[in-house]
């Protein structure tokens, strides 16, 4: 999984430079580049930092399954995802 994620943060980073991208499978997995800082995290919200601005994951059942230099992959129950002061979830 580890070399998955090396190869998947190379080829985003060669496709879009150093601003954040997320990446979303179906309801279950969130991949986020761009990473500074993780700053909160439960089971219902993960709230990072990013080069572009922060981001907010709502759900349920929630789990940082990786989190690595500019590379954080959320599981769980994803509901929406909130970036910078908005409110509205997309």
Do not use: P, W
């Not at 994620?5 to 496709?15: D, I, V």
């Not at 179906?26 to 709230?47: M, N, P, Q, R, W």
């Not at 349920?60 to 954080?72: E, N």
């Amino acid at each position: 999984m580890i070399e998955k994620l090396r190869k998947l943060r190379e080829n985003m980073r060669e496709k879009t430079g150093f601003a954040a991208m997320v990446e979303v499978y179906g309801k279950e997995e969130l991949i986020l580049t761009g990473c500074l800082a993780l700053l909160d995290f439960s089971d219902s919200i993960v709230y990072c930092r990013t080069v572009s601005g922060d981001v907010k994951v709502l759900g349920s059942s929630l789990c940082v399954q990786a989190y690595r230099q500019d590379l954080l992959l959320v599981s769980g129950n994803i509901t929406g995802i909130t970036f910078g002061e908005e409110e509205e979830c997309l």
